[in-house]
């Protein structure tokens, strides 16, 4: 399957569904012919997981509000709290890294991809986390813990 139990596999802690992994199940993490199906896969996985009260990262390139609102229509049905973490990280970098990557995305798709995408918003999630290229949270919009 496409998820991870992070915390020793002892059923408590976070479970990561990601659709690399469960294409990588399927026999080729770079497939994107099943695309359509593997999603409606992942995305009964993600809604059993919280009807079972377990806390879930969602691991998955999520470029706009349109391909977010999937995860968060399963999310809201189940009264789960949603965080997004948006990295905000120059071109160059995004390039640099990518091709130090296991298993680089083409530059072609990355050129789409960097084209198209469109960050969250304040009010499209309960909380979201804007990092920066070292990794740290550089601003936040929205709290589940009072603090800003």
Same mark, same amino acid.
């Given at each position: ?40 896969? +992942? ?14 990262? @969602? ?15 399963? +999310? ?22 990518? +091709? ?17 995408? +469109? ?9 979201? @986390? ?19």
């Amino acid at each position: 399957m496409g998820r991870t139990d992070q915390a020793g596999g002892d059923g408590k802690g976070p479970v990561v569904v990601s659709l690399d992994g469960l294409r990588e199940a399927r026999g080729a993490r770079a497939d994107q012919s099943a695309n359509q199906a593997l999603l409606r896969e +992942a995305l009964r996985e993600l809604d059993v997981l919280l009807r079972g009260g377990r806390t879930v990262v @969602w691991d998955a390139t999520a470029l706009n509000r349109g391909q977010r609102s999937l995860v968060q229509r399963v +999310a809201r049905g189940r009264g789960a709290l949603v965080t997004y973490a948006v990295m905000l990280v120059p071109e160059e970098v995004v390039a640099r890294r990518n +091709a130090d990557r296991a298993y680089p995305v083409p530059d072609g798709v990355l050129a789409s991809q960097l084209r198209r995408f +469109a960050p969250p918003f304040p009010g499209e999630a309960h909380r979201i @986390w804007y990092i920066g290229s070292e990794g740290t949270v550089l601003d936040t919009a929205g709290t589940l813990d009072g603090e800003d």
